[in-house]
């Protein structure tokens, strides 16, 4: 089984700020990996795909980079709507999750 | 657009069983794969089961194996996960999501999520 250890799990953050979420997989992935942004009693929304693909309509303020095992999304300027909790995905071998990371307003 | 709606959840008790469903519409269901996903209260996410466009392939998570079961019905657009002998820590919210193998098997929909609570 592949484990994602993603951290961290809470980032205290303000409007403006650039920040970014890291995200590492126990075994090689190559580029099977997903950013999902989820609000509470929401579904998660899928953000980002392929490592750095960004869904249609996805701002431009995200992006993802990374290969292998170790991975990362940024918000390059945090805006309001982006307080929520992010969470990485593998699909490279079925799906594991890592543990989400709560974007909290500082 | 691509809408996927869970129903059938609820309380049960332990031992007990309860059938999800969930509708998918605005995409060609027939030529969708899907998963079924839950999230515990204040947990991360967690994937369940896993299902081809025809059936012919149907996996699971170790958690699951024997206990639930995955089908759909291409005809009605429909997908299931029959759940049985449901402890307390499968409380949570089960989500389906559309897995598009173009993508390789990237989970791109998600439902908005049915509750489910096991508890005497």
């Known amino acids: 089984d592949i484990q994602m250890t993603q951290y961290p799990s809470t980032l205290p953050a303000s409007v403006g700020d650039r920040v970014t979420i890291t995200c590492r997989a126990s075994h090689s992935i190559s580029s099977w990996l997903a950013w999902y942004q989820q609000k509470p009693g ?62 909290d307003i500082k | 657009q691509v809408q996927l709606v869970e129903s059938g959840g ?13 509708v998918g519409t605005g995409f060609t269901f027939s030529d969708s794969y899907f998963s079924w996903i839950r999230q515990a209260p204040g947990k ?3 994937w369940l089961a896993y299902i081809t466009s025809t ?16 089908s759909r019905d291409n005809a009605k657009r429909l997908l299931y996960l029959q759940m049985n002998s449901l402890r307390a820590e499968d409380t949570a919210v089960y ?10 098997d990237l989970l791109d929909y998600w439902g908005q999520g049915i509750r489910v609570t096991v508890s005497s």
């Open chain 1, 42 to 103: 929401k579904a998660p929304k899928l953000l980002i795909y392929q490592v750095s693909t960004l869904e249609s309509g996805v701002p431009s303020r995200f992006s993802g980079s990374g290969s292998g095992t170790e991975f990362t999304l940024t918000i390059s300027s945090l805006q309001p709507d982006d307080f929520a909790t992010y969470y990485c995905q593998q699909y490279s071998n079925l799906y594991t999750f890592g543990q989400g990371t709560k974007l």
């Open chain 2, 10 to 22: 609820g309380l049960v008790r332990p031992g007990g069983s309860l059938r999800l469903s969930c």
């Open chain 2, 44 to 46: 991360g996410l967690e």
């Open chain 2, 55 to 70: 059936g012919s392939t149907i996996l699971y998570a170790d958690s699951v194996k024997g206990r639930f079961t995955i």
């Open chain 2, 95 to 104: 989500y389906c999501g559309r897995v598009t193998p173009v993508k390789q």
